[in-house]
Structure formats: structure tokens, C-alpha cells
T-cell receptor
Framework: KAGVTQTPRYLIKTRGQQVTLSCSPISGHRSVSWYQQTPGQGLQFLFEYFSETQRNKGNFPGRFSGRQFSNSRSEMNVSTLELGDSALYLC????????????FGQGTRLTVV | DAKTTQPTSMDCAEGRAANLPCNHSTISGNEYVYWYRQIHSQGPQYIIHGLKNNETNEMASLIITEDRKSSTLILPHATLRDTAVYYCIVRSYGGATNKLIFGTGTLLAVQP
């Protein structure tokens, strides 16, 4: 079965712009989490959704937001982009609400110039 | 903060077993040990997890000490494709979350 699909794979944006990233989880998975990976901070948890509800949020500013749709697809949005937002953004899907392994997508590489 | 400690890097000869250690001295009774790996520029990949018994699957074996304060991931016959950063993660089974807290991991370099 198809894995986690993230689009787009690569993106270049200018400071001050906003961006929307998309994640389609594995079919049947209802939990979606987002992570940011940078060379300096490593892999950091952004937020987690289950059945269209945000269950957890990491320590990121309000410019970072997300949502999940009824078909479990998820989007994350970053407004007023800063150079420091350049990162690999990873989405992970899990079958149940908790206690199950996460399957990651290939990520979206965002570059802010 | 991550609740695990791992060596920054390790080398292993191709075809030999790779033994990756992890310390998790503050692990609590309802917390599992998970291992993921991340090959360069890809998303992390689930490897194995365990509570207190040793576990084995087609990818690796997980040995957890009796006091559960440390564990070792074993790749029985390392190949060049196993070169990756390996993350040891402690997480509770319940709590209505699938959140993972990643540490810095161990960069395993498999040498030909």
C-alpha cells in the first residue's frame, strides 16, 4: 500500500511570504504528526492531529499552524516566513490515536531566501 | 528533552554485527524503547520497539537490560545501506499521543 505522501518535495519562498505544505497519510491511518528538522535543532515535534483535532503542539510560534481534514489528510501553514524556517518538514502517520509506530514521509525541503 | 543518551557516532565493518547502545536510566514502567533510523535526506524509518523482553524482527534485534536502564540495537549483518543516523526513543504506550521526542542519535557508518 502507498506510504505517506508529502507535497511539494522542494519549495523556495521569500521572507515574509506564507507557505502551505500537504501530507497524505497511509490509507486507514487517522493520526498525523508534523516535525521540523534543521541542522542546529535536529528533529523537533510541531503538532499532532487525530480525527481532525489537534492533540499536541510543540514549542513553536503561532506562525506555525496546521489542520486535518475528514479524510485524514493534513496541511501545515507557516506565515510570515523567516530565514530560520528553512528546514526539512516531515509528516508521520500512525494507525491509532496512540501507542503505534509512526511512518514518515520523505519530507518537504523548504528554503527561505 | 530527549530521555536517552547515545554515542555520537560509530563505525562498523560491512558484514559484521553493528551494536548500537542507548542509555535511558530514567525510563518509567509504562515506557517503551523505540528505535528509528534516518538515511540521509529521507524520513525516519521505524525499526523495532520493546518494553522489557528482547525483541527481534526482520531488520534487527533489541536487547533491553533487566533493569531497563539501557538497551542495544543489533543489526546482525550490516551493509553499506545501513549507514544512517539511529535514534533511540523512550515513549509511553498510552497518553493519547504518538508524539516522538528525538535526541541527536548515533551516526552509524558502515565501512566496506
Amino acid at each position: 500500500k502507498a506510504g505517506v505522501t508529502q507535497t511539494p518535495r522542494y519549495l523556495i519562498k521569500t521572507r515574509g511570504q506564507q507557505v502551505t505544505l500537504s501530507c497524505s497519510p497511509i490509507s486507514g491511518h487517522r493520526s498525523v504528526s508534523w516535525y521540523q528538522q534543521t541542522p542546529g535543532q535536529g528533529l523537533q515535534f510541531l503538532f499532532e492531529y487525530f480525527s481532525e483535532t489537534q492533540r499536541n503542539k510543540g514549542n513553536f510560534p503561532g506562525r506555525f499552524s496546521g489542520r486535518q481534514f475528514s479524510n485524514s489528510r493534513s496541511e501545515m501553514n507557516v506565515s510570515t516566513l523567516e530565514l530560520g524556517d528553512s528546514a526539512l518538514y516531515l509528516c508521520a502517520s500512525s494507525f491509532r490515536e496512540s501507542g503505534t509506530e509512526a511512518f514518515f514521509g520523505q519530507g518537504t525541503r523548504l528554503t527561505v531566501v | 528533552d530527549a530521555k536517552t543518551t547515545q554515542p555520537t557516532s560509530m563505525d562498523c565493518a560491512e558484514g559484521r554485527a553493528a551494536n548500537l547502545p542507548c542509555n535511558h536510566s530514567t525510563i518509567s514502567g509504562n515506557e517503551y524503547v523505540y528505535w528509528y533510523r534516518q538515511i540521509h535526506s529521507q524520513g525516519p524509518q521505524y525499526i523495532i520497539h520493546g518494553l522489557k523482553n528482547n525483541e527481534t524482527n526482520e531488520m534487527a534485534s533489541l536487547i533491553i537490560t533487566e533493569d531497563r536502564k539501557s538497551s542495544t540495537l543489533i543489526l546482525p549483518h550490516a551493509t553499506l545501506r545501513d549507514t544512517a543516523v539511529y535514534y533511540c526513543i523512550v515513549r509511553s504506550y498510552g497518553g493519547a499521543t504518538n508524539k516522538l521526542i528525538f535526541g541527536t542519535g548515533t551516526l552509524l557508518a558502515v565501512q566496506p
